[in-house]
């Protein structure tokens, strides 16, 4: 498995509460993705980063925000989190040289109630 | 095969036999094609890749075959074992280095 770790693993929060979700990887991948996984709608790319301190949006990027400080961690944040933001997030790695396949981490279920 | 909605498309194979799992994409410009397998409670796992140029690409017990005609990919399984029992999706690549998800199949593989 690559080297990708998220946390926390699972979350509750209420509604209005700032959460952040952490993924590190150490891999040294230069590409590094959010996600998000409701049920009929797969995989949605929430942000991505091609670089320390360089991010851009993803298809549902509104209500979250994201910072790469180092080539190891990308964070998401929901500042204020709402139930619709309820779900499963996935963290990915690329180093998009021969191939663009994604690594992705286990998963971190959030439940905004 | 890959359907929009609420439920997920679903497949069931006898152990043994061939499976073959459907896609069809929206992009007639996306020029890369990955097929991801997820098992319960875990993140995609890379199955098989294939670009635009290609029409067929084999790895070990799959093969992926791409119709850009009618903007369409398959993933053909060979003696399908328990362990394939997944949910399988395909993603497109887009403009820039955005990858866009199908919603996925459910496979069961009868023992």
């Known amino acids: 498995d690559a080297g990708i770790t998220q946390s926390p693993r699972h979350k509750v929060t209420e509604t209005g509460t700032p959460v952040t979700l952490r993924c590190h990887q150490t891999?040294?991948?230069?590409?590094m993705y959010w996600y998000r996984q409701d049920p009929g709608h797969g995989l949605r790319l929430i942000h991505y980063?091609?670089?320390?301190?360089?991010?851009d949006k993803g298809e549902v990027s509104d209500g979250y925000s994201v910072s790469r400080s180092k080539t190891e961690d990308f964070l998401l944040t929901l500042e204020s989190a709402t139930s619709s933001q309820t779900s499963v997030y996935f963290c990915a790695i690329s180093e998009q040289r021969s191939s663009y396949e994604q690594y992705f981490g286990p998963g971190t279920r959030l439940t905004v109630t | 095969g890959e359907s929009v909605g609420l439920h997920l498309p679903t497949l069931s194979v006898q152990e043994g036999d061939n499976s073959i799992i459907n896609c069809a994409y929206s992009?007639?410009?996306?020029?890369?094609f990955i097929w991801y397998k997820q098992e319960s409670g875990k993140g995609p796992q890379f199955i098989i890749d294939?670009?635009?140029?290609?029409d067929k690409r084999q790895g070990q017990r799959v093969t992926v075959l791409l119709n850009k005609t009618v903007k369409h990919l398959s993933l053909q399984i060979a003696a399908t074992q328990p362990g394939d029992s997944a949910v399988y999706f395909c993603?497109?690549?887009?403009?820039?280095?955005?990858?866009?998800f199908g919603t996925g199949t459910s496979l069961t593989v009868i023992p």
């Open positions: 980063s091609y670089g320390v301190k360089d991010t």
């Open positions: 891999e040294n991948h230069r590409y």
């Open positions: 294939i670009r635009s140029n290609m």
């Open positions: 993603a497109e690549r887009q403009a820039g280095n955005q990858f866009y």
């Open positions: 992009n007639s410009a996306s020029d890369y």
